[in-house]
């Protein structure tokens, strides 16, 4: 079994709502390897539910962002760099679309709900990279977390499966700029996970339970299986991976129909 000591390293993990959330998951990951975690969350209504996940870990560095203000996000870094001193991780862990965008058809998303959901949901990997520059080196790792109505039709996700698809984009382009400084910039493709932004979604329990039946595993992945993932992409076990689509599925992104 390879053990991964990530002691002497340092993360930002960007959207963690409560225990389900997927940022979570990779954030207990990394803890577990001995990395020094700190945290980031839109509002302070949130501050409450990191304090106490990260009870047993004090001394991490918990400040409020919203990833689309460029002077919280200016904030943020510059802390991280006074404590930290640099990073060696950055998980974004974001997205967010307006309800109504999600539920009508796509056709009559309006200008508003496209830009919103765009920004939110991919723009602020581009800015949190561009902030991060100065503080990742030879060897640090980013990731985000997409979703495979990026490349295929499904059905409610709309405008959202157009933002995967400039995440997924903005991932390549972002890995071929940093890769100079050695730098890696990945997206890791989840399937379907029990969560709050995917509780937003219609219909996604009906998603969820027809993504287990075609999966070649038979089941949905869980949120661990991201947070591994995620920690061998953090890690230097994927020192040669950059600008990749990810998937952690179960397998069902493979499958065009089942015959049963
Ligand atoms: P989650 O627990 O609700 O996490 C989403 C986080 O994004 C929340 O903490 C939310 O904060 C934060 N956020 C939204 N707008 C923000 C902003 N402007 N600035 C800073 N933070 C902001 O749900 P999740 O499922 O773990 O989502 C994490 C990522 O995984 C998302 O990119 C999602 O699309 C992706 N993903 C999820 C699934 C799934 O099935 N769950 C599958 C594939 C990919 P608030 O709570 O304050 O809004």
């Known amino acids: 079994m390879i053990e991964l000591d990530l002691s002497g390293k340092t993360a930002l993990v960007m959207g963690v709502a ?3 959330s997927l940022g979570w998951a990779i954030a207990e990951q990394l803890l577990a390897a001995g ?37 919280e996000l200016t904030a943020l870094f510059a802390r991280v760099k006074d404590e930290f001193g640099g990073l060696d991780a950055l998980v974004h862990s974001i997205g967010y679309a307006p309800r109504e965008a999600m539920d009508g058809r ?31 080196r030879e060897g640090s790792s980013v990731i985000s977390l997409t979703y495979y109505a990026s490349q295929k039709v499904v059905p409610k ?8 698809a400039a995440l997924e984009a903005a991932t390549r382009y972002l890995a071929a700029e940093l890769g100079a400084a050695g730098v890696r910039v990945n997206t890791i493709s ?26 070649p595993l038979g ?32 397998g069902s992104s493979v499958m065009a129909m089942k015959m049963d």
């Open 219 to 250: 089941r949905n992945a869980t949120s661990q299986e991201v947070g591994k993932l995620a920690l061998f992409l953090l890690s230097d076990l994927a020192s040669g991976i950059t600008g990749q689509v990810v998937y952690v599925d179960a």
């Open 106 to 136: 796509f056709l009559d998303t309006t200008a508003a709900d496209w830009n919103t959901t765009l920004s939110v949901s991919a723009y602020t990997l581009v800015s949190l990279c561009r902030h991060a520059e100065p503080l990742l």
């Open 190 to 215: 989840a399937g379907p996970m029990r969560t709050i932004a995917a509780r937003s979604i219609p219909g996604f329990s009906t998603m969820y339970d027809k993504a287990a039946q075609v999966a």
């Open 18 to 20: 409560n225990a389900r």
């Open 35 to 71: 990395a020094k975690v700190a945290f980031s969350y839109q509002g302070e209504r949130l501050k409450p539910e990191l304090e106490k996940l990260t009870k047993d870990y004090p001394g991490t560095l918990l400040q409020q962002a919203d990833a689309t203000n460029e002077d």
């Open 157 to 164: 996700y709309n405008v959202m499966g157009v933002a995967k």
